[in-house]
């Protein structure tokens, strides 16, 4: 029984989402009929006809979710399934079943996209463990949707002059996306020769990063997990300490794929990114969703902030801009004020971080970031909440540690007054009774 086009254009929208089956023999039919009603599919979606037919009826109607056809009459299956994927939309399941019993049929179908190949003849036992596997296949490619995703943030940081603080921040808001945000972060210091990042976590950098960018061919994800050291489950650091009489020049192609590597790999990629490194490789800024620009309160840095905000317009337009004053002083230790360097730049500053000593110290003396050793320092506090706006990301609410307690302490005190408090209101409520 063939049905008209029309009726499958007819068909109502919500069956995009179920099941159409071509099939060749009655028999086969009959099968697939029954398995579609036991699932509460229409079985009337089940038509007899080949894979031609499936080729005609999809030219001019939706692909459902599932679709069986039928091989049978095919004189060269392959062929025809590349038709058919012409007219198919991306993301259906496409089932085959046909008479030829033949391995390798059914692995070039298979690296062709079906989803499975039965050999007739079907029964529902077949036709319902078909349809299982496909329904499994279909609800974890839903899940690794990687429109459903949200894209890797790429945040280079970078400092306008020696000393102003960058890797301390780089480091700083890497281990807060990793450990408050819970985004599996990837920290890249290309500061190859007296880089800082392994060593904020007492750790030591290795050679990854040198072997990396000498060896292009060898970039990819299983070379990066092993020459990146773990800081934590959520945070992974590459970094080098080059000897310093070794002019080490970093190659273009691969500083380029090792940046692409960790940006497929990982939630978040922060690069602690030297400014000689960002005028020598402006391309490695042009693949960033975000640039922080690390400044403090000196005429040099407010010269040399507006000549790195040009580049970073030239090579990123698309990336989002956040200035940073960092080890601000009290006024009357401030080179140029903030109002004048603002003007200066014609640029708001995003971020304000308060010059102090005793954290700053501290943190390097114990070999830990600053937001991890004095979360409660106003410097911390400050790096954290800038953290989750770059990110794009809210804070999440710490839960009371002592509300469970608090709750057992009431709780018996309230049940031992409830008596007394309903004992009172009992003595002193009228009688009705009374005169």
């Not at 890797?167 to 281990?175: D, Q, V, Y």
Request: glycine content about 6%.
């Amino acid at each position: 029984m063939n049905a008209p086009v029309s009726a499958f254009k007819a068909a109502d929208a919500d069956d995009r989402g179920t099941f159409s089956g071509f099939v060749v023999d009655a028999a086969t039919v009959e099968t697939v009929r029954q398995v579609a009603t036991e699932l509460g599919w229409p079985p009337e979606r089940v038509e007899q006809g080949g894979l031609s037919r499936a080729i005609e009826m999809l030219g001019v109607g939706d692909a459902p979710d599932f679709l069986l056809i039928d091989l049978s009459e095919s004189i060269d299956p392959i062929l025809e399934i590349n038709r058919l994927a012409e007219v198919c939309e991306p993301g259906t399941i496409v089932i085959a079943v046909g008479e030829t019993n033949d391995v390798q049929l059914y692995r070039d179908l298979i690296a062709s996209g079906l989803q499975d190949y039965l050999v007739k003849p079907i029964t529902t036992e077949m036709m319902r463990e078909a349809i299982l596997t496909a329904e499994m296949a279909l609800a974890q490619a839903e899940q690794e949707d990687p429109s459903q995703t949200a894209p890797t943030r790429a945040i280079g940081v970078v400092g306008i002059r020696g000393g102003v603080g960058a890797s301390t921040i780089a480091t700083s808001m890497a281990w807060v996306t990793a450990q408050t945000f819970n985004k599996k972060t990837a920290l890249l210091d290309l500061d190859i020769h007296f880089g800082t990042g392994a060593l904020t976590f007492d750790m030591e950098p290795g050679r990854g990063l040198c072997d990396a960018l000498d060896n292009p061919g060898r970039i990819d994800s299983l070379f990066i997990e092993r020459a990146m050291i773990k800081a934590d489950k959520n945070l992974s650091v590459l970094g080098a300490e080059a000897p310093v009489n070794d002019l080490f020049i970093a190659n273009q192609e691969a500083l380029s794929h090792l940046e692409d590597e960790l940006i497929d790999g990982f939630e978040a990629v922060f690069l602690d990114l030297p400014r000689m490194m960002a005028t020598q490789f402006p391309f490695v800024i042009s693949k960033l969703t975000d640039v922080v620009l690390v400044s403090d309160l000196t005429l040099a840095a407010t010269r040399d902030c507006i000549r790195m905000m040009t580049l970073v317009k030239q090579a990123a337009p698309q990336a989002k801009l956040h200035i940073v004053l960092n080890k601000v002083p009290v006024a009357a230790m401030q080179e140029i004020s903030v109002k004048d360097f603002e003007t200066s730049i014609e640029h708001k500053a995003d971020f304000t971080i308060a010059n102090d000593c005793k954290s700053f110290v501290e943190a390097a003396k114990r070999a830990k970031p600053l937001v991890q050793l004095t979360p409660n320092a106003k410097p911390s506090i400050a790096l954290t909440d800038m953290t989750g706006v770059v990110i794009g990301e809210k804070k999440p609410k710490k839960a009371n540690p002592f509300a469970d307690l608090l709750g057992k302490l009431k709780k018996p005190e309230n049940e031992e007054k409830a008596p007394k408090a309903e004992k009172a209101k009992k003595a002193n409520k009228p009688d009705k009774g009374g005169v």
